[in-house]
């Protein structure tokens, strides 16, 4: 099945600073998105986004079908940003199958 | 309802008890998801069922797990004989049939073995 990497697995960050998260998959797919499970353990849909490039306030995400990659930026982080940020895909040869996860990335914002 | 809503939020129980899980997915949504998160790591899948089709079964652990949907609505997922190594959060998603829908996921399960 499709692999998903994502990087850095962890990250510090003072309040105020800006960050990028990566998300590598080893196929083509036709569903991407980006959650943040927040310190209560609550998953929050962030971006649907298997191609190009979206914007919601501070967060935004763009993704590179070809080069299969999807990177989300985080700018001007705040404290209420901290939690784990997991990417998920679904391959195109899985047309309605399940979505894979990655490892997800463990932010911390310290104020 | 408005969200994908899971019960109980909490179950303790003791090893070699059988335990329900229950998920309630979004009205009208075809597809749902098992997932299984145990503390600090990522989601690993279990289940998934979309609409009449039959549900992928891949990521079931053992034969002590399994899980039906009735009416293509309220599903339960079913442990048997619960183990200590089944402690976990169990989350349930759910999605409608368009290809570019986002996944909804539930507060999740968290059970203890004892």
């Known amino acids: 099945g499709i692999q998903v990497e994502q990087s850095p697995p962890d990250l510090i960050l003072q309040e105020g600073a800006n960050s990028t998260l990566r998300c590598n998959f080893s196929?083509?797919?036709?569903?991407l998105q980006w959650f943040h499970q927040n310190p209560w353990g609550q998953l929050i849909n962030l971006f649907y986004i298997p191609s190009g490039t979206k914007q919601n306030g501070r967060l935004s995400a763009t993704t590179v079908a070809t080069e299969r990659y999807s990177l989300l930026y985080i700018s001007s982080s705040q404290t209420t940003d901290s939690g784990v940020y997991f990417c998920a895909v679904r391959g195109t040869t899985d047309s309605w199958g399940k979505f894979q996860f990655g490892a997800g990335t463990q932010v911390v914002v310290t104020p | 309802g408005a969200g994908v809503s899971q019960s109980p939020s909490n179950k303790v129980t003791e090893k070699g008890k059988d335990v329900e899980l229950r998920c309630d997915p979004i009205?009208?949504?075809?597809?749902l998801y098992w997932y299984r998160q145990s503390l600090g790591q990522g989601l690993e899948f279990l289940i998934y069922?979309?609409?009449?089709?039959?549900?992928?079964k891949s990521g079931l652990p053992s034969d002590r797990f399994s899980a039906e949907r009735t009416g293509g609505s309220v599903s339960t997922l079913t442990i048997q004989r619960t183990q200590q190594e089944d402690s976990a959060v169990y989350l349930c998603?759910?999605?409608?049939?368009?290809?570019?829908?986002?996944?909804?996921f539930g507060n999740g399960t968290r059970l203890t073995v004892t």
């Open positions: 009205s009208g949504h075809t597809a």
């Open positions: 196929d083509s797919v036709n569903n």
């Open positions: 069922f979309q609409g009449n089709s039959a549900p992928d």
């Open positions: 998603a759910s999605t409608s049939d368009r290809i570019n829908s986002p996944l909804h």
